[in-house]
């Protein structure tokens, strides 16, 4: 007599959740496997997408301001061997010569919708904007027209750029100072503010994307040590131009756009 297997609905719903939890456990136990199938995806949808420039370079930069950053040397002891000379740029607008109208493609493509105002900004999604403060590398001067926000990649290149122009001072033999951020992500409501009091001012700002920031070139910030001695500042002339090589470095490294601003006194600075 043969026996006959019968498999109905009830086994096969008990056949199909065993499944299920075998591979749940499997995922909580060796999630890299996952990992490596979505990685693995993503990048068969970029291939069959083809990827504008601006998304295209945008992937070079983030591979960049991702990477480890190592010093060449320990620069809390004094340099070794001869000190690097301070050269500075040619020129600073032949240099740095990005206009608005050049910046605003990438500001719009790599960055957020402009926001009405602070509050609005800081509601946003995280992955979106990063609250911007007063860091070891830069300062942060009082924002009368601008919120401390920008998008993690422009908050990457500012950490880097800070952290060079310290770095550069220490390889030069000078006590180093730090950079000093006057203006940030922009409001509508700081744009309009903002042009009521000049009227150079632009509508459509880079500003209101977070993906730019200003550096002052005529300013800076000495570092003191609280139980050492006072140490002298070094000349501002001296720290702009050492400014002005860490950021021809970057800019020629295709991670950012400067434009040398001489009205407002500093160099505004879109990352790509």
């Not at 340099?79 to 740029?89: A, D, M, T």
């Not at 493609?105 to 602070?118: C, E, I, M, S, W």
Request: net charge positive.
């Amino acid at each position: 007599m043969k026996y006959k297997l019968h498999y109905g609905k009830k086994q096969y719903l008990y056949t199909f959740l065993s499944i299920v939890a075998v591979l749940f456990v499997v995922r909580l136990c060796h999630p890299e496997l996952t990992r490596s199938l979505d990685k693995q995806t993503a990048v068969s949808r970029t291939a069959k997408t083809p990827l504008d420039s601006v998304a295209a370079h945008a992937l070079m930069t983030d591979s960049l301001l991702s990477s480890p950053y190592a010093l060449p040397r320990d620069l809390s002891t004094q340099p070794l061997g001869r000190r690097h000379r301070i050269l500075s740029v040619p020129g600073f607008e032949r240099t740095f010569p990005d206009l608005n109208d050049v910046q605003i493609a990438t500001a719009q493509r790599l960055g957020v919708k402009p926001v009405q105002n602070r509050d609005v900004a800081s509601h946003a999604d995280y992955h979106q904007l990063v609250y911007i403060g007063n860091s070891p590398y830069y300062d942060l001067k009082r924002l009368d027209h601008s919120i401390p926000y920008l998008v993690p990649r422009a908050q990457m290149l500012l950490n880097r750029i800070a952290r060079t122009f310290v770095d550069s001072q220490m390889v030069k033999g000078v006590h180093p100072s730090k950079i000093i951020v006057t203006s940030l992500m922009r409001s509508k409501d700081d744009v309009a503010l903002l042009r009521r009091r000049n009227q150079n001012a632009t509508e459509n700002s880079c500003h209101c994307y977070g993906t730019t920031f200003d550096v002052s070139w005529s300013k800076f910030h000495v570092i003191q040590d609280p139980d050492g001695p006072r140490v002298r500042e070094t000349r501002n002339d001296s720290l702009k131009w050492i400014l002005s090589e860490v950021l021809r470095d970057q800019r020629e490294a295709g991670l950012c756009y400067v434009k040398y601003e001489v009205k407002q006194g500093c160099f505004h600075i879109t990352v790509r």
